[in-house]
């Protein structure tokens, strides 16, 4: 009994332990459940949001880059769609590829790869899919289709966001480039106003179950994207390309070792117009040699351009007589000996005028030394901005360098040597002559745009700065620069152009020896430059041109490439904005090619319409089957000129046109007209469109056309005419079985 009771108190024992250490733990256990209910937190991971995050979905909404404009809208630099090819290897995947050498042998042509090198990538073994090297990205919709027609079994694309630029070698160190995912800016007005083209990505979060269906209640969180401002330059499309035109041309004929010009608003100080050579192509920056923006930032003697503001001082002083008399040829300045450009022999005794004429060093010697002195003639330097920079909303521009320092400065510094200046320096000084001597500050941003909030968030407007003559100084300067160009001694004859008074100064300048002191020396090592202004009695634009070191011809002008580039510019740009001279031209014929007023068509028939455009040398481009015109473009009062078309739209059924062979201008006026959605790549002729031709159009419909340059499409024709030579004995088997 003893031992029983002993037993049965042991159990008990073990069983009250038992029961409070179960008890225990239960409360520890109960403890740590209550605690995560409360502060939902394991090992200091938030509960909460792991399940959050394992049930909830978020994707980036992409915020688009602005769009950088000309002054009429037209885009300069934009965010484009683009694709990129993919190959699936996946065999589990329906569409993989099935003959990796067939795939590689048609495919690699067309994505610049060796056809053994995409072999290796499409025989590899384990992968889904494998990417196709970096002449598969950024793929245009004409090579995406070219590469679709191969009926490729496993070769897939996906849509990628593109910066763009369609115009390519097109004011190109204005707008600089970004990165092609825009990931970064590099150079020019895309680093320089970043911030403002700068997108913002938003995002949208919802639940979803384990299938990535998402649920009935699924929770959105949305955060709107906000795109980048839009930016309006104050380039004129039409200007700046035949601007670079010009400069192309001289280029390949001339190879000099660089140009710069600049086209500028005589009345606001507006660039209209600016460009360099070297120049590049911003959708292929990988192959730029040149970064500088030398109409900004380049340094230069600007050698006789100068003698301008030398004779516009000592006019607005009252000390220039043009009809004194002085000896050319040469000026002593103590032991330095100045001499006239025609090898110090002068032209004997002449006047002043003919020496502003003939450009002679020894008459702005002269009036430096002895007539305005040099204290004022850096007086006026300072007041004609050539102290300062002009504050031209570009980035990194240079500032002067004015020497000083002696008698001998001053001299030669009034024909623009040992002092350097800049090429919009001079633009903006020579804004004070045509603008009756108010001189305008050079600007290129007309306005930005944010269209998240519909308002502009900055608008320029035209400042003044300064009043370095009268309006009479600047009136009389610009009759004795117009006697520069139409004098049978003046230098500037070679910028006479018929119908234009233009008033201007050449300038030959030589050039700072990198490797020493002096200058280099040598037949045309000089740079040839010239800048001037039109109509000379009321200047509307300015135009500046400087080609350092052409390679010229025998007896060939070292002005012969630099009018090449300004006559041609001078005259488009006057013509383009109607301000030709209309009481000089006497051939009703010229008068009319100079520009056409559009009248309203509207309301009448088509066949009558198109009887009138005609008339005028027009080209009219009926879009409908319609008998009565509802609407055209341009609108009347809009400035035509022979040979542009005139779109008519009528009252019955559009259908798309073919726009082979249609300027990006042309284009566009349409799909305004029949309100379309217009995207294009590259730039020139419309050479592939994806909507056929004779389809019906939809308003708020979408068109994308490809475009060429003339060049381009010669040298793809050239490229077909020679694979169609090639003898049949020549081909390879390969080649043969593939035409058969």
Not at 525 to 540: K, L, T
């Amino acid at each position: 009994m003893i031992y029983l009771a002993q037993t049965r108190k042991t159990i008990i024992k073990r069983a009250l332990l038992l029961m409070i250490c179960i008890s225990f733990f239960f409360m520890i256990f109960a403890g740590r459940v209550v605690y995560v209910q409360v502060a939902k937190e394991v090992k200091g991971q938030d509960l909460q949001a792991m399940a959050a995050s394992r049930w909830t979905t978020t994707q980036t909404l992409h915020g688009e880059r602005g769009t950088i404009f000309d002054r009429k809208g037209e885009e300069l630099a934009e965010e484009v769609q683009s694709y990129t090819a993919f190959a699936v290897l996946d065999e589990n995947y329906e569409d993989h590829v099935k003959d990796p050498e067939e795939t590689a042998e048609k495919l690699a042509p067309l994505i610049e790869m060796e056809v053994n090198d995409l072999k290796d990538l499409l025989t590899r073994e384990e992968v889904f899919q494998v990417e196709l090297g970096s002449g598969s990205k950024y793929l245009t919709l004409s090579e995406k289709q070219e590469i679709e027609e191969l009926e490729l079994p496993g070769i897939h694309f996906r849509t990628e966001e593109q910066r763009y630029y369609p115009n390519q070698t097109f004011a190109s160190h204005v707008l600089g480039y970004t990165e092609r995912d825009m990931s970064e800016a590099r150079m020019g007005l895309e680093k320089g106003l970043n911030e403002q083209l700068s997108p913002t990505d938003g995002s949208l979060s919802y639940q979803r179950n384990v299938k990535g269906i998402p649920l009935l209640d699924k929770q959105e969180v949305l955060k709107e994207p906000v795109d980048g401002e839009d930016v309006y330059l104050t380039i004129d499309s039409n200007i700046q390309t035949a601007l670079e035109q010009a400069m192309t041309e001289v280029e390949e004929e001339y190879e000099p070792n660089k140009m710069t010009a600049i086209i500028a608003s005589a009345e606001t100080g507006e660039i209209l117009g600016m460009s360099n050579r070297p120049s590049f192509n911003p959708n292929e920056y990988e192959s730029i040699t040149n970064y500088t923006n030398y109409a900004i930032s380049d340094r230069i003697e600007p050698g006789s351009t100068m003698k301008m503001f030398t004779l516009a001082a000592a006019m607005e002083e009252g000390v220039y007589n043009g009809d004194e008399t002085y000896e050319s040829g040469t000026y002593d300045i103590g032991s330095t000996t100045i001499g006239d450009h025609n090898n110090s022999e002068g032209w004997g005794e002449i006047t002043y005028d003919e020496g502003l004429e003939r450009s002679s060093n020894v008459a702005f010697a002269k009036i430096a030394l002895e007539k305005l002195k040099p204290e004022r003639l850096y007086n006026y330097l300072g007041a004609f901005g050539f102290r300062e920079p002009t504050g031209i909303d570009l980035p990194n521009e240079a500032n002067s360098s004015i020497a000083e320092s002696s008698k001998l400065d001053a001299a030669i510094t009034a024909f623009g040597q040992a002092t350097a200046v800049t090429p919009i320096q001079l633009v903006q000084a020579a804004t004070a002559i045509a603008n009756d001597g108010k001189m305008m500050s050079p600007y290129i941003v007309d306005k930005i745009y944010d269209s998240t909030n519909e308002e502009y968030t900055y608008e320029a407007e035209p400042e003044s700065a300064g009043n370095p003559i009268s309006e009479k100084t600047a009136a009389e300067v610009r009759k004795k620069l117009e006697n520069v160009v139409t004098s049978e001694n003046g230098t500037g004859r070679p910028f006479y152009i018929d119908g234009i008074d233009v008033a201007g100064k050449t300038g030959t300048a030589q050039i700072s020896n990198p490797d020493g002191g002096g200058y280099i020396s040598g037949q045309n090592q000089n740079i040839f430059s010239f800048i001037g202004m039109a109509p000379a009695d009321d200047p509307s634009i300015i135009v500046y041109v400087a080609v350092d070191r052409p390679k010229l011809e025998g007896n060939e002008s070292g002005s012969a490439p630099v009018a090449q580039i300004f006559n041609s510019v001078m005259k488009q740009s006057l013509s383009y904005m109607n301000l030709t001279p209309k009481d000089e031209v006497e051939d009703e014929e010229v008068y009319e090619e100079e520009g056409i007023e559009a009248e309203s068509y509207v309301d009448q028939s088509v066949k009558e319409a198109v009887n009138n455009l005609e008339e005028l040398g027009l080209e009219p481009q009926v879009l409908g089957d319609g008998n009565m015109v509802v609407e055209q473009y341009p609108a009347e009062g809009e400035q035509l000129i022979i040979g542009e078309k005139v779109f008519l739209l009528t009252d019955g059924e559009v259908t798309m046109p073919d726009l082979a062979g249609w300027s990006l201008r042309d284009a566009k006026r349409m799909s305004d007209l029949l309100g379309i959605n217009l995207h294009h790549v590259g730039s020139g002729y419309v050479t592939d469109q994806s909507v056929e031709p004779g389809t019906p159009v939809q308003k708020d419909g979408y068109v994308t056309i490809e475009l060429k340059t003339p060049s381009q499409i010669k040298e793809e024709t050239e490229q077909q005419e020679n694979a169609e030579e090639v003898p049949e004995e020549e081909q390879t088997e390969e080649e043969i079985e593939r035409r058969d």
